[in-house]
């Protein structure tokens, strides 16, 4: 069964900082991997996905992951973190089951920036 | 082009009623799924639909169905609703079932308390 494990439900940076989220991921098959960011009371934005070449992926807002596979990581990062990345951060990895493909997600972690 | 969206954004039922929850897909995809997202926790799965038929499902009794229609749009039903059914409802659209390689626009989900 493929699954992601996100390392601290809550990071606090100060705006400036650098962000680092953490995702492992666990897949019997090379994992297509996704995260996602969602605000208070909103969906789920897509901000970057990996599926095969680079395994450096850049997305959104300045936002970038680097898939690792001896590592069987997928980690988030941002140079500079700003007051409006505050919110809800995903981890995903999608499964193919031949008729059906469906996102398994990791518990989330909060990122609260700080002045 | 316009997005996911989903009516109504919030609702509130009594244990034991029923209830339907409404999904416009993106223009251009075909496919919907649907997830539940507890308070605090990650979206799951629920179950997805291409061409009007449900070709994949989550851990989640039948109780819980749903419909597509020709126009892609897509309904979730809940029978005989649960305390435990409180969470956020999220509708997903994607293109043609391709390995899930596409990420997934999400509506902003439906509110649904049960009291």
């Known amino acids: 069964a493929q699954s992601v494990t996100q390392l601290g439900s809550h990071v606090s940076v100060s705006e400036g900082a650098l962000v680092l989220l953490r995702c492992n991921y666990s897949s019997s098959v090379p994992p297509y991997l996704f995260w996602y960011v969602q605000y208070p009371n909103q969906g789920l934005q897509l901000l970057l996905k990996y599926t095969t070449g680079a395994t450096l992926v850049k997305g959104i807002n300045g936002f970038e992951a680097e898939f690792k596979k001896s590592e069987t990581s997928f980690h988030l990062t941002k140079p500079s973190a700003h007051m409006s990345d505050a919110a809800e951060y995903f981890c995903?990895?999608?499964?193919?089951?031949?008729?059906?493909?469906?996102?398994?997600f990791g518990t989330g972690t909060r990122l609260q920036v700080t002045l | 082009e316009t997005g996911v969206t989903q009516s109504p954004t919030h609702l509130i039922k009594t244990r034991g009623q029923q209830v339907t929850l409404r999904c416009s897909s993106q223009?251009?995809?075909?496919?919907v799924s649907w997830y539940q997202q507890a308070l605090g926790q990650g979206p799951q799965f629920i179950f997805q639909y291409y061409r009007e038929e449900e070709n994949g499902r989550g851990n989640f009794p039948p109780r819980f169905s749903g419909l597509q229609f020709p126009n892609y749009s897509s309904e979730l039903n809940v029978n005989a609703l649960e305390l435990d059914d409180s969470a956020l409802y999220l509708c997903?659209?994607?293109?043609?079932?391709?390995?899930?390689?596409?990420?997934?626009?999400f509506g902003s989900g439906t509110r649904l308390t049960v009291v």
């Open positions: 223009s251009g995809h075909n496919t």
């Open positions: 995903a990895v999608t499964k193919y089951t031949g008729t059906a493909s469906k996102l398994t």
């Open positions: 997903a659209s994607s293109l043609p079932v391709d390995r899930g390689t596409d990420g997934y626009t």
